[in-house]
Structures are given as structure tokens and as C-alpha cells.
T-cell receptor
Framework: GNSVTQMEGPVTLSEEAFLTINCTYT??????LFWYVQYPGEGLQLLLK?????DKGSNKGFEATYRKETTSFHLEKGSVQVSDSAVYFC???????????FGTGTSLTVIP | NAGVTQTPKFQVLKTGQSMTLQCAQD?????MYWYRQDPGMGLRLIYY???????DKGEVPNGYNVSRLNKREFSLRLESAAPSQTSVYFC?????????????FGPGTRLTVT
């Protein structure tokens, strides 16, 4: 079956620190991978995506590389800001399917 | 272009009451979804509609019904609310096709059942 496993949170970092949020997946086919972000009181927004192995998704300073050999899609940012405080969700979708599979989310708090 | 809209934003129900959560999208998307979000459990799929006229159960369908009223609208009904249905409900939509287009989410409905 399909599933996504994210690192447990919460994560607290100082401003300008380096961020890594781990995500690994299990899939029966060839999925596309996504990172979504949820700010307090809001719905989820797409942060970045990658549709095939070795693709790198990037947006707003965040990056993630689709690693088929390690079934991973870790989220990274070189220098976090207070405004990056949010919950981050890793997700996958099979290329031939309709469903999305989400991780449990990782809460990030960035302190000044 | 409003994207995905949900009504109401907040609702308090007593056990046994019924209600319908409304969702509409103006992006001409084929597929629509209902999720619930609970602390520590991420998003769980309740029902989805791959295209107008079809609906399918997700991971946690018990206690819910859905209607894909037309291409734009997808409603979620709680026939007899229970405290276990206290949650935040999100509607999402996406353009289905050969590429796995991303989902777009509404702002959510926060439901409390007492």
C-alpha cells in the first residue's frame, strides 16, 4: 500500500538556522511527491512538488529532492525565518490514481 | 477567482443533530475530496469524487455521506453527529489527468459536537 512517514515534531529553531524535515514513503507504483504548508487557522497550501526520481522541487527557499533509492523526499531550507512557523505535510499521489496520502505533519516554530 | 470555498467556518452541534458542510470550487476541477484533521493524525480522507457523478469512500467514511451536486459543488453530511466527529474538515479539489496535479484546499470548517 501507499504511506508517508514524517519525522515527529514539534521542531523549534532559532531564526537563520538550517531546517531539515525528514519524509520517507512507501508506494506501489511511481508516485509524485509534495510538500504542503499549513499556517495557523488556514487550509493547506502547496509548497513544492516533484514528479519523478531525481527531480528537485523548490519554492520560497525550500527545497526537496525525490530520491527513489532511499524512498525519501526530505524538506530543507538554509535559513529559516519567523514567518516559516507552520505545520508541514509530506504527501504522495500515484500517477494513475486519484488519492493523496499525507504524513501526520511536522510543526515548526522559529524563534527570533 | 475564489478557489475552494467552504461554509460554515465554525459550527457547534449537539450529539444526534445533523448538518451539511458545503464546498464549492471555481477552478473547473474534476476531482473533489473531503478530509478531517485531528491532532497528531494528519489528514484522513473521508470521501472523494473522482469526477461528476461518482463518489468513493476513503479511509474514514463511517458516519458521513456525500453528494457531488455538480462539477463545482461537493457536500458532506453528518446524519447524526457524535463527539468523535469533532474535528476540522477540509475540502480539496484538483484537476485530474495523466499528471498528478496538486490538490487545492479550502480554509476549513471547525466542527465541535457536544
Amino acid at each position: 500500500g501507499n504511506s508517508v512517514t514524517q519525522m515527529e515534531g514539534p521542531v523549534t529553531l532559532s531564526e537563520e538556522a538550517f531546517l531539515t524535515i525528514n519524509c520517507t514513503y512507501t508506494a506501489t507504483g511511481y508516485p509524485s511527491l509534495f510538500w504542503y504548508v499549513q499556517y495557523p487557522g488556514e487550509g493547506l497550501q502547496l509548497l513544492l512538488k516533484a514528479t519523478k526520481a531525481d527531480d528537485k522541487g523548490s519554492n520560497k527557499g525550500f527545497e526537496a529532492t525525490y530520491r527513489k533509492e532511499t524512498t525519501s523526499f526530505h524538506l530543507e531550507k538554509g535559513s529559516v525565518q519567523v514567518s516559516d512557523s507552520a505545520v508541514y505535510f509530506c504527501a504522495l499521489s500515484e500517477n494513475t490514481g486519484n488519492q493523496f496520502y499525507f504524513g501526520t505533519g511536522t510543526s515548526l516554530t522559529v524563534i527570533p | 477567482n475564489a478557489g475552494v470555498t467552504q461554509t460554515p467556518k465554525f459550527q457547534v452541534l449537539k450529539t444526534g443533530q445533523s448538518m451539511t458542510l458545503q464546498c464549492a470550487q471555481d477552478m473547473n476541477h474534476n476531482s473533489m475530496y473531503w478530509y478531517r484533521q485531528d491532532p497528531g493524525m494528519g489528514l484522513r480522507l473521508i470521501y472523494y469524487s473522482a469526477s461528476e457523478g461518482t463518489t468513493d469512500k476513503g479511509e474514514v467514511p463511517n458516519g458521513y455521506n456525500v453528494s457531488r451536486l455538480n462539477k463545482r459543488e461537493f457536500s458532506l453530511r453528518l446524519e447524526s453527529a457524535a463527539p468523535s466527529q469533532t474535528s476540522v474538515y477540509f475540502c480539496a479539489s484538483r484537476l485530474a489527468g495523466s499528471t498528478p496535479y496538486e490538490q487545492y484546499f479550502g480554509p476549513g470548517t471547525r466542527l465541535t459536537v457536544t
